[in-house]
């Protein structure tokens, strides 16, 4: 297969996940972001590999466009680190929340491909931390590639990035997550600030 190939394949199976989403769900997840925020509760983003990188810029959308109190262990590598060498990857993220006070205004967002597997010890430490937001009453959501991970088992909101190709299930859920915290930030309902480049158009 030669690169315009791929190229064009791929944009189509992006366009497919696009239609096949579920919009309704993603409204579900905005209302509540709003009603966490009404509360003055704190957000708490989880995610691994890629989706840790997500979850940095996702933090940076929810507090200065929607003025949403959010933070995310991955964003300090000291303490992900000595955590992870002294203690264990599984208890890097659950170990956080217990430290953060995490409580039942607050909300665990999970970013993750296929969601946390235990039996398989597929991210451990997101499924150590979903048990941990249960016990503490927290609401938990999600954006995640696969139907049948522990963070679609568990959690209250959770978007499905269809599959539109085995072999790209994971920069398809990746890339969609971007695009689904983006539509978040952006819903009227949540955005308080302009963007820059749109207050510049604007005027």
């Not at 940076?60 to 991955?74: G, L, Q």
Request: contains cysteine; proline residues 2%; hydrophobic residues 40%.
């Amino acid at each position: 297969m030669n690169i315009l190939s791929h190229a064009e394949s791929y944009m189509k199976e992006v366009s497919e996940i696009a239609k096949k989403i579920d919009y309704s769900k993603i409204s579900e997840i905005a209302l509540m972001l709003k009603n966490l925020r009404d509360n003055k509760g704190r957000l708490f983003f989880v995610g691994v590999g890629g989706s840790a990188a997500n979850c940095s810029h996702a933090v940076n959308d929810f507090r200065k466009i929607c003025e949403i109190e959010t933070y995310t262990p991955v964003d300090n590598v000291s303490e992900l680190t000595a955590r992870t060498n002294d203690e264990g990857w599984d208890t890097t993220f659950s170990e956080w929340l217990k430290i953060s006070n995490a409580n039942e205004k607050d909300a665990l967002f999970v970013l993750s491909v296929g969601g946390g597997n235990a039996s398989k010890n597929i991210s451990p430490n997101i499924v150590k931390a979903i048990d941990e937001a249960l016990n503490r009453k927290m609401k938990i959501f999600g954006i995640v590639g696969k139907s049948d991970g522990y963070t679609q088992q568990k959690g209250h909101f959770v978007v499905t990035v269809p599959n539109a190709h085995e072999k790209r299930v994971t920069p398809h859920s990746e890339a969609f997550q971007a695009v689904i915290w983006h539509c978040l930030v952006s819903d009227p309902i949540l955005a308080i600030k302009i963007t820059k480049w749109e207050s510049i158009t604007k005027k």
